[in-house]
């Protein structure tokens, strides 16, 4: 019996966004190294609580265990991470520039510029990713790290995971001596969108839908003083595999297809959700003896459920789809759906026709192949097809090469953050080169979500001209005692100076 | 006689958008060293025809020749400098992820990192730089150098001056053998707006008022698919004066008060609007003097003259004000005013009561001091007023020091992007640690228009997963032709890998 968890009211959503402003004051203020450990002691919670909170997780998503465990486990990573990133300081990006009586224009100041924390965080948690994207997942743990404070929305598909993954991550944080309100809790839409107006926050941050997060975003711009808000809103992951690709590796390509659209149901960000080949005739016997051999699988949610039955549907009765692989979906007591994978393939012009029944995403385990003719030109489709997605994948093979390819991959990156080759989008390495976020509708502020570059999000430049040894924050003073990188603008150089 | 400027057309500017989408393809494609090329060409452009833009420009907006030659070597100078950092590589920030088949959680595959530029760009001109945040200025230097293509929309209040500085600048870029379309010029505010609305353009740049650039962020977040609008929109740039600066260098800092407030006529966007000082007594005798030297100077243009003549009428007649200079200002035949500074001091009380008409900005030669006491709370009276600036002023003496002090430059920096110790707001360096930019409304998002971080605005992150080396831009290659710095993430690294 799941024991009720109450919505916060817009007045508590107010109070809380008061005392995540006075946290900032003091956790803003520690040096990088102390809350790198606070993130280290919250990473070590979760690893402490795991069965707990996966037991949790599997009631309330439906994922599981394995899936669960190994989500768990890279959140903690992640945190561990962010403490790594900050420790070093490099992301700081401290620039020093020499005072310089003989400047280009005239005389030049000491100049010492550091990247500072916006403030508090509103930090909106995903359905899919009860651990990762969620209470202590990338976006809070780039943001506790970077200084700023954190105030998540938590989830509607996993509130009691929420309540009691912020109670770990709370008892953590105190009992290592962390300032009280560093990280706090609401439950509710009301209070999300109270938040997003609160003039106490600075920061909005979102994984989603395009509908509830162009809401939040159209919230963010229209304050009387606007926040940047870092959405991600959908995206459907195109693959190009080309003909050459098929014939050195068609069976694996089928064989890692299918479990790549099938893992988590399907209900990942980086789902492969249109895929562009020649034809599917060489692919569709192993598609579908793969299919049939994954289990059912239950999606997140009532809502999810129902989102997906409608986009199966559509997709299923669209002019000129033929069922490679047409998949199971039944309702339990509660609503949700459990499936098994749908895969379909259609003609170019027929896809071209069908408009947005065959080109929105549609979140869970459906993928659509495209069968694009000999003499496809990929790059111009995906110019054609696509505004902005995560990522894009591209089945090269050894025959492959020359201008035509270059141009794919030319448009590949013009249109998306990440560009794969001969592997699958739904794997993201939590690293410095990784970029999880694309230009519209992928993200709002096309900026990245995962990796260590995702700290940028939550930082600004402060400048301090001519200012005494002792008034510089340590990171900037030149006898700097934390050894952090410092990159210095020496007297001499040809850069110039004016009035503004 | 000036030659007539017809006002662009909503298609035109369509037209113009389309045809800068055209040669984004090929300028975001050029090497950076190729781009750095063409940057000087137009500096080196800019100083051929020094004279008759300097003439231009004096006429058409009333500045001094002697600031618009300064202003105009500034410009010169900022290519240079952008195509210098360009040319260096390091604002890639280049990230390799070397595979590793015994990560933390699993394998990982190598991962390459790049900053490309987001696309064609509108850049909304400044009526107070007609060079240095015009045609080819600061945002406009930043997003070439970046690989964006530029349309610029020319200010109202010196269009001949933009006309003819995008003949030069076009000019130089042909000759060079650049690709067309990739500086181009609108007039009037309908193409403007037409500007930010259309889908070609990907984000927006404006140094201007915070009526208008609220207008355009508000249209550039509306947009089907909303865009990164950075504007400057206003900042008073409190100074904060302590008995002890007053002790050891009160003449000093009057001269220097006064030369900072009256510099360009007051048409700064750094100008010190108003000064926290115990008492305005020991400074207003050398202050008053030092008024009384300064020369009458032409407003640069009628509105801006009409807009800065309602102010100082307001001022003036609020309760409680005390004239210490009280100032001139008379209109010319074409309504333009001719101004000396107006300074006047107000007790703390009678400052609060007044609201925004002593705390608005004043734009023109008009300053404000608060008379604050002996025992006045500066961090507290910063944090009361002031919500984002660009810059905050601290003037100090050796006496100064301790807790209190420490707490004010902690609040200057939470309300500001640069922090000044006794030296004055009104001149920007435009070097690597250089920060102009602040919180709203001092900038739409918290970024520098000024110095080599600007260049931040127009990028955004790619990565590359498991790509064959020709595949790979030139920079992320192993053979590193250009010897870009690469930071190199090697094999064994605890980082975490896992599903999105």
Known sequence: MPEQITKSTAVEAAEIAARSGGAFTQWSRLSSQERALFLVAIADALDANRDELVSIAAEETGLSEARLTGELNRTAVQLRLFATTIADGSYLDIRLDEADPEFALGQRPDIRRILVPRGPVVNFSASNFPFAFSVVGGDTAAALAAGCTVVVKAHSGHPRLSVRTHAVASEALTNAGAPAGVLQLVIGQEAGVALIRDEHIKVGSFTGSLYAGRLLADEAAARRDPIPFYGELGSVNPVVITPAAIAERGAGIAAEYVASVSGSAGQLCTKPGIVFASSAAALEGDISAHVGQVGEHRLLNKNISDGFDKRREEVLAADGVRVIAEGSLRRDEDGNAWVTPTIVAVGIDAFRRAGDALREEAFGPLSVIVESGDDADYAALLDEFFEGNLTTTLHVGAADSGQH???????????????????????????????????????????????TAAIQRFLRGVAYQNAPQDMLPAELRDQNPEAVPQHEDPAGSSWSWGKV
Chains 1, 2 share one sequence.
């Open 405 to 451: 390819l270059d141009e794919l991959v030319r448009r590949a990156a013009l249109t998306s953050g990440r560009v794969i080759f001969n592997q699958w989008p739904t794997g993201v390495a939590v690293t410095p080169a990784m970029q999880h976020g694309g230009p519209w509708p992928a993200t709002t502020i096309d900026s990245t979500s995962v990796g």
